[in-house]
Nanobody, 125 residues
Framework: QVQLVESGGGLAQAGGSLRLSCAAS????????MGWFRQGPGKEREFVAA????????DNADSVKGRFTISRDNPKNTVYLQMNSLKPEDTAMYYC??????????????????WGQGTQVTVSS
């Protein structure tokens, strides 16, 4: 069982930056692949970024490539999402998630076994 708690969301201006954190409970954090998803108003949940359990492989959605970076610190049981050059269209609730495996692909929400409650990011123009 893994519990995930996101933090770091808030209000930012276009062009600004935010850093999201996701703290995980449990001693097996390093065995999980991790991902970030977001859901904007009236939209479906969409993939943002993913990182393998060791941190060796990362994947980003095309919409955030070059702007967002996922990373993890296994001794601290934490995964991060550094968001730069924010745009109003990045406004959404951001969720972190943990997966035993990427059997359905890192970008598929159905691959993930545990989800956090989310943290709101609002970007003003």
């Amino acid at each position: 069982q893994v519990q995930l708690v996101e933090s770091g969301g808030g209000l930012a201006q276009a062009g600004g930056s935010l850093r999201l954190s996701c703290a995980a409970s449990g001693r097996t954090f390093s065995s999980y692949h991790m991902g970030w998803f977001r859901q904007g108003p009236g939209k479906e949940r969409e993939f943002v970024a993913a990182i393998t359990s060791s941190g060796g492989t990362m994947d980003n959605a095309d919409s955030v490539k070059g702007r967002f970076t996922i990373s993890r610190d296994n001794p601290k049981n934490t995964v991060y999402l550094q968001m730069n050059s924010l745009k109003p269209e990045d406004t959404a609730m951001y969720y972190c998630a943990a997966a035993f495996s990427y059997v359905l692909g890192s970008g598929n929400p159905k691959s993930y076994n545990y989800w956090g409650q989310g943290t709101q990011v609002t970007v003003s123009s």
